[in-house]
């Protein structure tokens, strides 16, 4: 059972915090405005690309990547196709992947690899690969990582990876929040160069802003009551968390979250956009899971016993509430089968802030249950 005593004693946190979970979470806007200085330095703004590319293919290892592609996916809408190129291999290590590109993939498709490692020899494989027939390589990686040195130059364009001050490549940690948007900004940045997405300098310092201002709502001194990271840490206590999302950008959100609930906390977590979420999850709701499951057996002992998973919505939505929306029908079916909803909808902005403004939130929510997983009362 979660430690509720624990969310509302900052120095408890600190010292829960071995891996600095909470710093990467805050770092977040941060790391952004050094991820663009980095691609401004690499000469990404400078381009001067003949076209949009027929195809975006995105390579890389890792949660942080994963999510890079699914968003990348969700922008870009209907300007490209975005594929993700999954690794192949006998382990999840660096010297086991391997990507290849599709038959089809040529001089008009631009390849985006991105990593928080560096040292896959695959992804350096992938790149000479692509460079051989004519695709554009673009990688944000660790400076003077083996990726790093492969592609600068050669075969294409790389962006050194955003890090914080104390970190150094040795040191990088692939789980911290913050990973993403060093990933992410500079690929930003590039789409919107050639076409595919908006993302000016403008929007960027705007959601650097809201992804600063987040942190600050969902710091460790906030307390539970009116910290909306910690409220839904608290909440998904002992819960099986059935994330359902509304809207292009809510669903990589809510994607990454059930990812990082698994990376960090050990949690598992089912993520489905609505409407499809409601017959996908229904049996969830109807079955062992439900928050009314087993009625009957109140006087049972429940002191040696593993308290069960009860199923808890999570909707996440970026669209203004009104017009169409599944979410009066989200909330009737989980009220009907008992089961609790935790919602989570953005302050106004662009879609770039709202994304942010959900991914904030829900890194900061898994990391509170991480270290509550973690922690060991005196």
Known sequence: MLDESLLDDPEALARA????????????G???????????????????????????????????????????????????????????GVAPAAGALRWALPGWAGSVDLLLVATTDGSEPGLALLAEQAYRRGCSVVAVAPERSPLSEAVDGTHGLVVPMATAPHETYEEIQTASPSELW??????????????LLEAPPETLTKVADRLDHTAERCGPAIATYSNPAKTLAAELADSLPLIWTEGAGAAPAGRRFAAVLAELAGRPALAAELPEALPAHGVLLAGDFAGGADPDDFFRDRVEEQQALRARVVLLRDRPVGGLSAAPAARELALSHDTAISELEPEEGTDLESIAELLAVT????????????HTPK
Do not use: K, N, Q
């Open 17 to 28: 915090d071995r891996r600095g979970l909470l710093r990467g979470a805050a770092e977040a």
């Open 182 to 195: 060093a990933l992410f900004t500079p690929l930003l940045v590039l789409l919107d160069r050639v076409g």
């Open 363 to 374: 890194d900061f929510a898994a990391v509170y249950l991480a270290l509550a997983a973690s």
């Open 30 to 88: 941060a790391r952004l405005r050094t991820a663009a200085r980095h691609a401004a330095e690499a000469g990404v703004a400078e381009l001067s690309p003949e076209g949009r590319p027929r195809a975006v293919l995105l390579a890389g290892s890792g949660t942080a990547a994963t999510g890079v592609a699914d968003l990348i996916g969700a922008l870009a809408g209907a300007s490209a196709p975005v594929t993700r190129l999954h690794p192949t």
